[in-house]
C-alpha cells in the first residue's frame, strides 16, 4: 500500500486542511479489510471501481494505489457527507497520496447516482458498498450494483457484523441467486456475479 495509509493505520489519525486531527476508526476500514481490497484489485489486474461512502478515504486509499500500481483506471467514488460530516479529509487524503486524478466524484445520495451509471451502462469490475447502514438503503445499493458490474465482477459490503447490514446480506445469500459469496469474515463479504439474468420467478421470496 502507500505511505499516507500506512501511516493512518499506525496511528489511527486522520487530518483535515487545517491540521485538525480526527480518529480515523472505527469509521474508516480496518487493516485486513484495506489490505483485501487492495489484493482483489491487484491480483485480478482491475482497472474500473466503484465505492458507496468514502469517508476519511482509507478504503479509497487503499483501491487507488492498486489501481496505481496496476497502471492506472478510473474510481467513481459516492459520498454526500464528505465535506460535510467528513470535512473533505477523504479527498484531501487522495491528493496528499497523488492519487486524487483516479477518481471520479458525486457528492450526492447513492439512491440518485447509482441509477444514472446504469441508464448510462456504466460497468465496473469491483463495487464497494459502505455507505448508509440502514436496510433498504443497503439493499438499494445492492440491486443496482448487481448491474454495474459484469458476470465475473464482485461486490464487496461491509459491516456484515451489524444487524440492519446483516440482515441485507441474509436476503442477498437467500435470494440473490446471480450473486455468490466467495470469501467472508465476520465483518465483510464479497460477492461475485455468476449470472447475467436474474431467472427468479416474479414472485419468488424466501425466508431469511
Known amino acids: 500500500m502507500n505511505f499516507l495509509l500506512e501511516q493512518i493505520y499506525s ?3 486522520v487530518k483535515t486542511a487545517d491540521g485538525e ?10 487493516r ?30 487503499a483501491i487507488c494505489q492498486a ?3 496496476n497502471g492506472g483506471g478510473k474510481h467513481v467514488v459516492i459520498d454526500p457527507l464528505q465535506s460535510t460530516n467528513y470535512k473533505s479529509i477523504g479527498m484531501l487524503n487522495l491528493k496528499r497520496a497523488g492519487l486524487d486524478d483516479l477518481i471520479e466524484f458525486y457528492e450526492q445520495p447513492s439512491h440518485l447516482i447509482l441509477p444514472d451509471l446504469v441508464r448510462h451502462d456504466q460497468k ?15 439493499m438499494v445499493d445492492v440491486f ?4 454495474l458490474v459484469s458476470v465475473g465482477g464482485q461486490i464487496c459490503l461491509d459491516d456484515i ?3 440492519s447490514v446483516s440482515k441485507a446480506f441474509a436476503f442477498i445469500v437467500r435470494n440473490l441467486e446471480n450473486l455468490s459469496v466467495i470469501d467472508q469474515t465476520e465483518r465483510f463479504c464479497i460477492l461475485r456475479k455468476v449470472a ?5 420467478a416474479w414472485d419468488h421470496f424466501k425466508e431469511f
Not at 124 to 138: A, K, Q
Open 11 to 13: 496511528t489511527g489519525i
Open 21 to 30: 486531527e480526527h480518529q480515523a476508526f472505527p469509521t474508516g476500514v480496518n
Open 32 to 61: 485486513s479489510l484495506g489490505e483485501a481490497l487492495y489484493r482483489i484489485v491487484r491480483e485480478n489486474n482491475l482497472k474500473l471501481t466503484l465505492e458507496v461512502g468514502m469517508a476519511f478515504g482509507v478504503s479509497t486509499l
Open 67 to 69: 489501481l496505481r500500481d
Open 124 to 138: 465496473f469490475e469491483l463495487v464497494f458498498i459502505d455507505g448508509s447502514h440502514l436496510f433498504d438503503y443497503v
Open 144 to 147: 443496482y450494483s448487481q448491474f
Open 161 to 163: 457484523d451489524k444487524l
Open 196 to 200: 447475467e439474468e436474474d431467472d427468479r
